[in-house]
């Protein structure tokens, strides 16, 4: 155990004695460059948002999924839908399946 400490305790001396001697090689031998990683942001118009409706009567609203039958997320959206029902009486709510985000619109 001893000699495991000895030698241990040796590669760490060589090793502080030698690193300035490899950082001041490696530091004359080459030159870095560093960009950024975000790259060059192009200018963005700012829009305001669009007015939203003060009340939900009598209007449709969609509760769209992409998760697929049993997964539970039907049980949550009969809760929306039931709770949306009771706030605002005269809304009408169209439950849609959509395989995927990506594939329709």
């Given amino acids: 155990m001893r000699r495991v400490s ?3 305790g040796a590669v760490v001396l060589l090793s502080l004695i030698s ?3 490899v950082s001041e090689t490696f530091a004359a031998e080459q ?4 960009l950024n990683p975000r ?3 192009p200018e963005v118009q700012l829009v305001p948002l669009a007015a939203r409706p003060a009340d939900l009567n009598n209007k449709t609203v969609y509760l769209i999924t992409s998760k697929q039958e049993g ?3 039907e049980v949550v959206l009969a809760k929306v ?3 949306l029902t ?3 009486p005269g809304i009408k709510i169209i439950n849609r399946y959509k395989p995927s985000g990506i594939h329709e619109q």
């Avoid at 030159?31 to 560093?34: I, M």
């Fill in 6 to 8: 000895l030698f241990l």
């Fill in 19 to 21: 690193f300035p001697l």
């Fill in 31 to 34: 030159r870095v460059q560093v």
């Fill in 39 to 41: 790259g060059f942001m």
């Fill in 71 to 73: 997964s539970h997320i």
């Fill in 81 to 83: 839908a039931e709770e």
């Fill in 86 to 88: 009771k706030r605002y």
